[in-house]
């Protein structure tokens, strides 16, 4: 089945830098493109990154253009979100997604906490 395991969340401070890591299993993975989402509490999930399955488009929201960068590793299954000099408006539960034949994957989600 179908699996996206986000990993690299925490605490860091405003300024630093993290890397999520989602790795996927259950799918041919080099045949499809990948997102990232984000959700606070009381809002919606937005798409924060994408990036095509060749991984020669990438897609970014406003609010990080500059400094998160999406990149996928096929040989390992494995979607990357490096997110730079991070705001605390930043701080959100970090997704992994994929639609396959129409039918929508998520992953458990990863916590990012940007605080002093």
């Known amino acids: 089945q179908v699996q996206l395991v986000e990993s690299g969340g925490g605490l860091v401070q405003p300024g630093g830098s993290l890397r999520l890591s989602c790795k996927a299993s259950?799918?041919?993975?080099?045949?499809?493109?990948l997102k990232w989402y984000r959700q606070v509490p009381g809002k919606e999930r937005s798409v924060v990154a994408s990036?095509?399955?060749?991984?020669?488009?990438?897609y970014y929201t406003d609010s990080v253009k500059g400094r998160f960068t999406i990149w996928r590793a096929d040989d390992k299954n494995t979607v990357y979100l490096q997110l730079n000099r991070v705001e605390p408006e930043d701080t959100a539960v970090y997704y992994c997604y994929v639609q396959i034949t129409g039918i929508d994957y998520w992953g458990q989600g990863t916590q990012v906490t940007v605080s002093s």
């Open positions: 990036i095509n399955a060749a991984g020669g488009y990438t």
């Open positions: 259950g799918f041919t993975f080099g045949l499809y493109g």
